[in-house]
């Protein structure tokens, strides 16, 4: 079975790309999901994040979001003592899912495999790119946040063209070509690299 990642910036459509290959009945992997489910169900996970960030990161016995992006992401040092916790947590949790998967290939969606140095788990992996500014107004609406909170999110991201350089793939969500038919024909491309004799 084919390991796929699929990677891009903030407001890039990686989940909407995803959505697309779901379509074919290719299980999917959402990181950011996977991490937000483990905030809040995983004991020894929370246990380290009060320790971390304090009482205010939970309200209501749940992850309060707003106040940690807001914490760290105007913080390289927390958001990197973050990352520590919750991406070993996610990475273990990915693979015990696509431990159970049987399909010709799975798709991962995680904005940080490069980042995060989980990029060589995977065979292939497909960039989904779209220009800065699409990207922020796509962002800024989705999150109902300001123009500066999504750029210092970007801004502790890696730089979107090199990123692009490092994929195997790219999917194009520029509104320039159709997502439906480069999936289509990604999709193709990855049924015969996983089985080369049909």
């Not at 989940?15 to 290959?21: D, E, I, M, Y």
């Not at 105007?74 to 996610?90: D, F, G, R, Y």
């Not at 904005?111 to 699409?134: C, N, Q, R």
């Amino acid at each position: 079975m084919l390991k796929v990642g699929i990677t891009g910036g903030i407001g890039s459509g990686k989940s909407k790309v995803a959505r697309v290959f779901s379509l074919f009945d290719i299980p999917i992997f959402n990181a950011d999901d996977a991490a937000k489910y483990l905030m809040n169900h995983d004991s020894d996970l929370k246990s380290k994040l009060l320790r971390s960030f304090g009482k205010e990161t939970y309200k209501n016995d749940r992850i309060d979001r707003s106040f940690l992006s807001l914490l760290v992401f105007q913080n390289p040092e927390k958001l990197k003592l973050l990352n520590s916790i919750v991406h070993p947590a996610t990475i273990a949790f990915a693979k015990e899912w696509i431990a159970q998967q049987n399909a010709a290939y799975i798709i991962k969606e995680a904005a940080l495999f490069f980042e995060s140095g989980t990029a060589h788990e995977m065979d292939k992996i497909i960039g989904v790119y779209a220009p800065k500014e699409m990207r922020i107004r796509r962002a800024v609406a989705r999150d109902a946040a300001t123009r500066k909170h999504i750029q210092d999110r970007m801004d502790q991201q890696m730089d979107e063209e090199e990123k692009m350089r490092k994929c195997d793939y790219i999917i194009f969500n520029d509104e320039s070509q159709s997502i439906i038919k480069q999936v289509v024909t990604l999709h193709k491309t990855l049924i015969q690299i996983n089985n080369p004799n049909k």
